[in-house]
């Protein structure tokens, strides 16, 4: 397509500052495709090797309980919990709710301060086996 | 009937009432998952054990086992929803967008086929704990 060189184009990233509601928009997008692959292929991956039987089961053992295993299961779990509460943002916004740019850039910090809070909330009621 | 324009071609025909469809299943499946993965979360908290045993006879429940089955479908149709609009913004060659739209769909229906079978078959062979 022909575009007018002379015309500017629309303002785009790299002429905004960034701030806490650009980074909550992407990340909602970076969890939620990482948790549709990583996440999506993990869950099943568990369910097949319980279907498959012990020796099946204990590979994935192995490997989940593996250094890595943990790092990825943590930022998973982070990523589940960053997911959630940037969702819940979403439906408030839907309702035309929360636009206000005080209450829009604190709701955008709190996704991020409560899913890290929920995350280290989960691994500790993993740990101690009680919530 | 135009032939000509977009807007020609579509003219008179009214709202084919399908453009809100996606958008509201994207918030269904959100709010499924919302329900379903937080109850996963807090029975994998609340087992005795991660072990092979453990795990097996929690799922062979019935109570257990058919909310683990909508879970999955509520999770493979929002990433299929969700992946979709990813896709739909980042790949602009048509042939390659109608190639990872194939992708996208063999991934979803597969992925959902194998976790609702790994649950039936443990709910149909497993004894329940």
Redesign the interface.
Same mark, same amino acid.
């Given at each position: 397509m022909a575009r007018t060189t002379s015309r500017p184009l629309s303002p785009h990233l790299t002429i905004w500052k960034w701030g806490p509601a650009m980074a909550v928009s992407i990340m909602h997008?970076v969890t939620?495709?990482g $948790?549709?692959t990583a996440g999506? $292929?993990g $869950? #099943?991956w568990w $369910?097949?090797a319980?279907?498959s039987g012990?020796e099946a089961?204990?590979t994935f #053992?192995t490997c989940a309980t593996s250094p890595i295993g943990y790092l990825v299961m943590a930022g998973l779990s982070w990523f589940?919990f960053q997911h @959630?509460c940037s969702? @819940?943002r979403h439906?408030v916004l839907?309702m035309g709710a929360g636009y206000e740019l005080k209450n829009n850039k604190l709701w955008s910090v709190l996704t991020f301060v409560l899913s890290t809070s929920l995350t280290i909330a989960?691994w500790a009621?993993?740990c101690t086996?009680?919530? | 009937m135009g032939n000509g324009t977009g807007i020609g071609r579509v003219r008179g025909l009214g709202s084919a009432r399908h453009g809100a469809h996606h958008w509201l299943a994207q918030r269904y499946t959100a709010i499924g998952n919302l329900l379903l993965v937080l109850w996963l979360l807090f029975s994998l908290i609340a087992l005795p054990g991660l072990d092979y045993q453990s795990v097996v006879g929690w799922i062979a429940n019935p109570l257990v086992a058919v909310p683990l089955m909508l879970m999955i479908v509520s999770i493979f149709w929002h990433l299929r929803l969700g992946m979709q609009v990813m896709l739909e913004d980042y790949v602009h060659d048509k042939g390659l967008a109608f190639l990872s739209m194939l992708l996208l769909n063999f991934y979803a229906f597969g992925g959902a086929a194998a976790g609702v079978f790994a649950i039936a078959k443990i709910a149909f062979t497993g004894i329940v704990k």
């Open positions: 997008r939620g495709n $948790l549709a999506a $292929l $869950l #099943v $369910l097949m319980a279907a012990p089961y204990a #053992v589940f @959630l969702g @819940l439906f839907d989960f009621a993993i086996g009680k919530f | -």
